[in-house]
């Protein structure tokens, strides 16, 4: 029976798509083989891969003069590669920090350039920082942000302003679930297994003009015109993650693309936060104006009740509640793949254990 996975990533992925995968699996495109187990270079493999990079494009309108690489090494990698690709040793590079992700990101930065921090929502980390509250160092060869904290559950609603710097974000939790306008952004990087599909993918959009000078020390796996000009097949890459991408694309194109899921999101996580709001039992600590659509976070009034929630959750087919071990309490992640069923149950789930230990 499948459960509902409120899990942070690796997440619940379409059970429709799980059920194409599963009857694919062993004769995939009537080869008689499983997709894992041919030639990325043969013809069938390539036009799948070819399909799968059309199909995002189409999703998030990339306008003409964008790269699309899937890459290795997750988002973390990105850390790392993208000073390494789009910046000098001496170069400056302006960070905003809402938390533990911008954090890792501007830790790893730090090790190949500058960091000017632009703003830092810190310690709390419940809100984004306002355009007007961003300090640029006005020479950085990029700005970096984090559009949705994973575990703070918070998400800006607007764009950054960078003004000429290129923008990078790390999209990972928040990818494909609602409309962007790729125009606004130099690059933009995901970790696929939220809003994607399985891990070992890392989806990279980026500017062609920024490509082309990666430091010469950079891996040529790493680096990013390299990985363009060969199509993101420079070495073997992760075949089943990539055609299991392109099934989640095809089921958000049947979906109404990111403008359906969008609404679907948006209804979703009102109805959770309303839930939130309109009892003394539960509460989230995040300004309302940045309180994200994809990751939940809240806390009981009383934390000694936790793993009475939790347990009693699982019991009732409600998994994966518990916040991430740095940030506790508890936390509903509620990705494109959470049906609006999974927040139904939820809800009432809630509301009952309200009732039991008010
Ligand atoms: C916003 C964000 N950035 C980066 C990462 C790290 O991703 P990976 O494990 O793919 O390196 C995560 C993982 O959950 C994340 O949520």
Redesign the pocket.
């Known amino acids: 029976m499948r459960v509902f996975n409120f899990a942070?990533?690796p997440a619940a992925l379409p059970t429709e798509v799980l059920e194409q995968a599963r009857d694919e699996l062993l004769d995939w495109n009537h080869g008689g083989m499983s997709v894992m187990e041919i030639s990325h270079r043969g013809k069938a493999f390539m036009r799948a891969a070819a399909e799968a990079e059309a199909d995002l494009r189409e999703l998030l309108a990339v306008p003409a003069g964008y790269k699309v690489l899937f890459m290795q090494g997750?988002?973390?990698?990105q850390f790392a590669l993208v000073p390494m690709n789009l910046s000098a040793p001496d170069a400056t590079v302006d960070y905003i920090n809402t938390g533990h992700?911008s954090g890792?990101a501007i830790h790893e930065a730090a090790r190949y350039c500058r960091v000017h921090v632009a703003a830092d929502c810190g310690p709390a980390y419940t809100a984004v920082p306002t355009q007007a509250q961003l300090s640029f160092s006005g020479r950085a060869a990029y700005v970096h942000y984090?559009p949705?904290?994973?575990?703070g559950g918070v998400e800006f609603s607007y764009v950054p302003d960078a003004g000429d710097a290129p923008l990078v974000a790390?999209m990972?939790?928040n990818i494909l679930s609602r409309p962007i306008d790729v125009a606004r952004f130099g690059l933009i990087y995901a970790?696929a297994?939220?809003n994607i599909g399985p891990?070992g993918l890392?989806i990279v959009l980026v500017r062609e003009d920024l490509i082309g000078s990666a430091r010469a020390d950079t891996p040529r796996v790493f680096d990013y015109a390299a990985v363009a000009a060969e199509d993101s097949m420079l070495n073997t890459p992760p075949t089943f993650a990539w055609y299991m991408a392109g099934l989640v694309f095809k089921w958000l194109k049947a979906r109404g693309g990111l403008a359906g899921i969008a609404e679907h999101n948006r209804g979703k996580a009102a109805r959770l936060y309303a839930a939130i709001d309109s009892s003394g039992f539960y509460r989230n600590e995040v300004a309302t104006e940045a309180r994200s659509r994809m990751n939940v976070t809240f806390h009981l009034a009383r934390p000694e009740l936790n793993e009475e929630f939790l347990r009693r959750a699982e019991d009732a087919g409600l998994k994966n509640l518990k916040g991430h071990r740095i940030a506790g309490g508890l936390r509903a992640s509620i990705y494109n793949a959470m049906p609006a069923e999974g927040i139904t149950a939820l809800v009432e789930f809630m509301r009952e254990f309200e009732r039991a230990h008010a």
């Open positions: 942070a990533g997750g988002a973390s990698a992700w890792k984090t949705n904290e994973t575990i790390d990972s939790s970790g297994q939220k891990a890392c």
